[in-house]
Nanobody, 117 residues
Framework: QVQLVESGGGLVQSGGSLRLSCAAS????????MAWYRQAPGKQRELVARIDRGGSINYADSVKGRFTISRDNAKNTVYLQMNSLKPEDTAVYYC???????????WGQGTQVTVSS
């Protein structure tokens, strides 16, 4: 089993920046991808950004050019740098880890990001 611990959320003004961190409890040796999702009140959870073991990255169209996902393998940590934040970015952000074998689908506890106008 793998635990994910998130940090870095908070309150920021429109146009500001935040960096989220997601630390896994152990090193992942098999194929995996890690991703950030978000869920705003009354809305479905949506994918924000994803990075796989090979380094391939995908972003939601709504965050392209503003958010950057990265990782530090030595620290088993994935980051989400969020710049030029907008009020519509307000949501609870969740870290997700999917491992192919043995199969794992783990979620972090969520961290609140609030962007004021």
């Amino acid at each position: 089993q793998v635990q994910l611990v998130e940090s870095g959320g908070g309150l920021v003004q429109s146009g500001g920046s935040l960096r989220l961190s997601c630390a896994a409890s152990r090193t992942i040796l098999s194929n995996y991808h890690m991703a950030w999702y978000r869920q705003a009140p009354g809305k479905q959870r949506e994918l924000v950004a994803r990075i796989d073991r090979g380094g391939s990255i995908n972003y939601a169209d709504s965050v392209k050019g503003r958010f950057t996902i990265s990782r530090d393998n030595a620290k088993n940590t994935v980051y989400l740098q969020m710049n030029s934040l907008k009020p519509e970015d307000t949501a609870v952000y969740y870290c997700n880890l999917v491992i192919s074998f043995p199969p794992v689908n783990a979620w972090g506890q969520g961290t609140q990001v609030t962007v004021s106008s």
